[in-house]
């Protein structure tokens, strides 16, 4: 009880601290804008005429033209117009002034609080090339300048440059720096949690600036000191509540060996996680599971309010006491994650046996039921074209080299496939499912793993056998590539017979691959000889992506750039089948009937 009580008075005294802080913060910081149409300016920027140097983080500062633009300055010669400002997802859309490209060389975000990796070369060429970003306002009749990034140099783009001249490189900088409308992202500070929350993100009252940061209840017209403090009390005691239920729960239950380790993971890493909320708000969430979206391995998923009129997705896990491991891997991971390309995780319950997840609510579902052509034509709303499906194939690529690159440790996925990538209103691509991901520092380029992971389809050889080479992220690799290959058979007009024995996901690339190194026909619906062009680079990237050894395929950063580049360009992978021959000590009959093989479930590793 000592305990308890002690519990109470401190959250008492943080609330009476919250209710004295926050209008103080309200008053002082409030949102501010440079002209009705501009982008709300909030923490973590501000307005360096309008707003007090508390109200911003170090680095954040904007400005307003004369004719009330907003205006972020990179240096003193650098300056870009802010058309858009996402504070949920942390990026800035920009649009650069003048002739950006010509004061490059002045750029150095290696201090700069938004992310930047790549190095970019400068080319003159005397011809024109269909290759990298072309800076027209450099280039001149016989003289045209054009950009890459350093990660785009590789033998297969040698035949691009054979009519340029290098001139410099440029450190440092955003991967689309150079695009007609950049986009910047930072990830410090980290203000996910209150945007979670439907809370203003702002410094602390008690911290430094430049390292703390702290939630404010939006301000509210007619809100009095005395309701806030009531609405604080309550959060306060819901959290005791929780605690105590908790602590009950461990001391008198007969607690399973997977249950204590959850709520140690929970305990440690509290304060970097989503909101933790208990099974009576995800009931009340999903009106007590009155709106069913879909059934899957683990769980059901059901259409749920959090506040106001954020829609969610709750994912319900049945069987709890078996994926105990599953569900602490997908909270840690997600909750790490900040990117436009991977499902936003808004929070999760630990209440007793019960285990939810709480997404972001993406209407359109997932991809698997826009890529197979006799659902199409059954319901003509699921035809995509295309461009969309290029544009699909390009976020989804995005979001996984930033799971590779973009984050403090390399995250591996290793279930990429079309059930989980989902897509919002706009069909922006998002990969989901984490609970079969694994993390490691990024300097380590092999994995080990004890069990195979994965769907069968997609898994990539070395997962399942150490015969085929070392696990890295080469693997979730090999998974895009067979996603892009799926895309493409998904949309074959003449059903190609398959032989006895082999699943249509396995035949489908060897068939692609044919038909590409013979010249023959792909038998895909498209509107004209562009869309064909898309469908041929989706199907040469693919072939890349699947080749059988990891040292043969390209990283994701080199995928990246192959979508981008001109499909005229890229060659013709070597034959990804032919590869098993290679391997000593195994057939490559043994090994095409693994690669084809029946159900894989789980797999000792060998060794």
């Given at each position: 009880m000592e305990v308890v009580s002690l519990l109470f008075i401190c959250f008492i005294i943080y609330a009476d601290a919250e209710v004295q802080a926050e209008p103080e913060q309200q008053q002082l910081c409030r949102e501010s804008r440079c002209g009705a149409h501009g982008p709300v300016v909030r923490f973590p920027f501000r307005l360096v005429d309008r707003q007090p140097e508390?109200?911003?983080?170090?680095?954040?500062?904007?400005?307003?033209?004369?004719?009330?633009?907003?205006?972020?300055?990179?240096?003193?010669?650098?300056?870009?117009?802010?058309e858009d400002i996402n504070y949920a997802d942390q990026f800035v859309r920009v649009q650069p002034q003048d002739c950006f490209a010509r004061k490059a060389q002045s750029l150095n975000f290696t201090s700069s609080v938004f992310d930047s990796s790549y190095t970019h070369t400068f080319f003159n060429c005397s011809s024109d090339v269909q290759s990298g970003h072309s800076i027209a306002c450099l280039s001149s009749p016989g003289n045209y300048v054009i950009t890459k990034s350093s990660s785009s140099l590789y033998d297969f783009y040698d035949d691009n440059l054979l009519s340029c001249t290098k001139m410099y490189d440029v450190p440092s900088l955003p991967y689309d720096i150079f695009d007609p409308r950049p986009v910047l992202s930072w990830i410090t500070p980290d203000c996910q949690r209150c945007e979670d929350r439907s809370q203003i993100c702002g410094p602390s009252s008690t911290g430094n600036q430049s390292t703390s940061v702290q939630c404010f209840t939006r301000p509210h017209p007619h809100t009095k000191k005395g309701i806030v403090a009531v609405a604080a009390a309550g959060v306060c005691a819901l959290l005791l509540l929780i605690t105590m239920a908790s602590i009950y729960y461990v001391k008198t239950s007969s607690v399973s060996k997977n249950d204590v380790e959850i709520e140690k993971f929970l305990k440690d890493y509290t304060g970097l996680m989503p909101t933790r909320y208990t099974y009576s708000d995800i009931k009340r969430f999903t009106s007590n599971f009155k709106d069913k979206l879909g059934q899957g391995g683990y769980g059901s998923v059901y259409r749920g309010k959090v506040s106001g009129d954020t829609i969610v997705a709750v994912k319900i896990l049945h069987n709890s006491t078996g994926i105990g491991h599953d569900f602490v891997n997908e909270v840690a991971t997600m909750g790490k994650i900040h990117h436009v390309n991977v499902v936003r995780l808004v929070g999760f319950c630990a209440d007793g046996v019960y285990r939810a997840l709480v997404f972001e609510f993406l209407p359109n579902g997932s991809l698997n039921k826009y890529i197979s052509l006799c659902d199409s034509q059954e319901q003509p709303e699921l035809l995509l074209n295309w461009s969309r499906l290029y544009n699909i194939a390009a976020g989804i690529s995005k979001g996984i080299e930033y799971l590779h690159q973009g984050c403090d440790q390399r995250i591996l996925h290793f279930d990429i496939k079309p059930n989980n990538i989902l897509l919002d209103k706009n069909f922006t691509p998002k990969l989901c499912d984490f609970g079969q991901a694994k993390l490691c520092a990024k300097g380590q380029s092999v994995v080990s793993m004890h069990t195979a992971r994965g769907t069968m389809g997609y898994i990539a050889p070395e997962v399942y056998s150490r015969n085929?080479?070392?696990?890295?992220?080469?693997?979730?690799?090999?998974?895009?590539?067979?996603?892009?290959?799926?895309?493409?058979?998904g949309r074959r007009s003449k059903p190609a017979a398959v032989s006895a024995g082999v699943s249509q996901t396995t035949y489908v690339p060897e068939m692609i691959y044919n038909c590409l190194k013979h010249g023959g026909d792909l038998a895909v619906k498209v509107e004209d000889e562009a869309e064909y062009k898309i469908v041929k680079k989706l199907a040469n990237v693919g072939l890349w992506c699947i080749q059988w050894l990891p040292e043969d395929r390209p990283s994701m950063k080199v995928v990246i750039q192959m979508l981008e580049a001109d499909g005229d360009w890229l060659r013709m992978p070597a034959d990804p089948f032919a590869s098993i021959n290679r391997m000593k000590g195994v057939s490559s009959s043994q090994a095409t009937t693994k690669f084809r093989g029946g159900d894989l479930e789980v797999i000792e590793e060998a060794g």
């Open positions: 508390r109200c911003g983080y170090p680095g954040f500062e904007l400005s307003c033209t004369e004719d009330n633009h907003t205006l972020l300055a990179l240096a003193d010669s650098i300056k870009l117009l802010v085929f080479g070392s696990v890295s992220s080469k693997s979730d690799v090999y998974s895009f590539g067979m996603l892009l290959l799926e895309m493409v058979g």
